[in-house]
């Protein structure tokens, strides 16, 4: 089923000739759950790797505190409360049984970091692009499909091993891997996206407010308010999973300058790929619900369609991964906004 923003309640464009020129498609991603393969797009799903070419990996920079937990712990606790959430239940019933109650305490509880082995670990599957799938995906030239590969740790900030995009041609990977390696422990379990298939959607973004200037800034949102419209949460920036378009909102820090803001391999400048957001929408971005999604939330109380990938970053924030323009195979940059 596709997904379909409603139409913006006011049209920048016509009132703002000036600014009809800073307008930006994105790709609204629109991920819910499923079950992709190697060769779908996909957040969280296997990745179409060839068998020749070594894992990515990463060395944390110190131990972990813990406790800490483990990929397949993540799984049967998300795969338990999903069926307990999709089972009918009586006023009086608890959501789990005592058996299932136990099973999640126990994971709760994790491991010590002394338990678990020192040295590289696996970086996991974010996400997969292919470019069939989204007509704006920037594929450098001789490549169709994007891959983002992370550390599922606090350190996915930064320019740094601990996150990795891979940009190859599709057609290149013969023999796939089969069995992708998976670190033995995960540190942070909200960095650990949840298998979701995609409904890629563009859309027109218009710059968010700290790109543009003061001028700019107060026209806009004085003509908005005078009609009840908020700039900055229905008119700019899309909210949620996205590809390319304008870089997500400062929310909670002042926005990055030159001095954060570059590649941090060659130094030159960076632009907005994809976007990881905390949900795909909330109370104030309400405005960008897909209308196939009108009731949802009601029907399913645990990851439905405002949280499918159950990644949550810092505290409800959105972590923007930037690429380097010249190069795009360097390193990424990330900034929790
Ligand atoms: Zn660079």
């Not at 944390?60 to 606790?77: E, F, K, M, N, S």
């Not at 790109?211 to 908005?224: I, K, M, N, Y």
Request: proline share 12%.
């Amino acid at each position: 089923m596709t997904r379909t923003t409603p139409p913006r309640p006011l049209d920048v464009a016509a009132e703002f000739p000036d600014l009809a020129g800073l307008t930006r498609r994105a790709t609204r991603l629109h991920p819910r759950p499923g079950e992709p393969t190697v060769h779908d797009s996909s957040v969280g799903g296997p990745l179409l790797w060839p068998t020749e070419e070594p894992w990515p990996a990463y060395t944390p920079a110190y131990r972990p505190y813990g406790p800490l937990t483990t990929l397949a712990d993540i799984r049967t606790r998300r795969s338990l409360l999903t069926h307990a959430w999709a089972r009918p239940r009586g006023p009086r019933e608890n959501l789990l049984t005592k058996q299932e109650q136990e099973i999640i305490d126990r994971i709760s509880t994790g491991y010590a970091p002394e338990l678990m082995p020192e040295g590289p670990l696996p970086l996991i599957p974010v996400a997969q692009f292919y470019a069939r799938d989204i007509a704006g995906l920037p594929c450098p030239e001789g490549t169709d499909m994007l891959q983002v590969l992370w550390a599922p740790f606090e350190e996915i900030e930064g320019c740094s091993e601990a996150v990795q995009l891979r940009w190859r041609l599709s057609s290149d990977v013969r023999e796939i891997l089969v069995e992708a390696p998976e670190p033995a422990y995960v540190d942070q379990s909200d960095h650990v996206p949840a298998p979701c298939v995609l409904h890629p959607e563009e859309v027109r973004e218009f710059p968010p407010p700290h790109v543009l200037d003061e001028e700019q800034q107060s026209r806009l949102r004085a003509w908005a308010e005078a009609r009840s419209v908020d700039y900055w949460s229905d008119l700019s920036v899309a909210p949620g999973w996205k590809l390319g378009g304008w870089p997500a909102h400062f929310t909670f820090r002042d926005p990055a300058d030159s001095d954060e803001l570059h590649c941090g391999e060659c130094g030159g400048p960076v632009e907005a790929l994809l976007t990881v957001d905390s949900s795909e929408w909330d109370g104030a971005s309400g405005s960008w619900r897909p209308l196939e999604d009108a009731d949802e939330k009601n029907h399913h109380p645990y990851r439905n369609a405002h949280d499918p990938t159950l990644v949550t970053v810092g505290r409800g924030y959105t972590l923007q991964i930037y690429s380097c323009v010249t190069t795009p195979s360097h390193l990424p940059r990330t900034i929790m906004q």
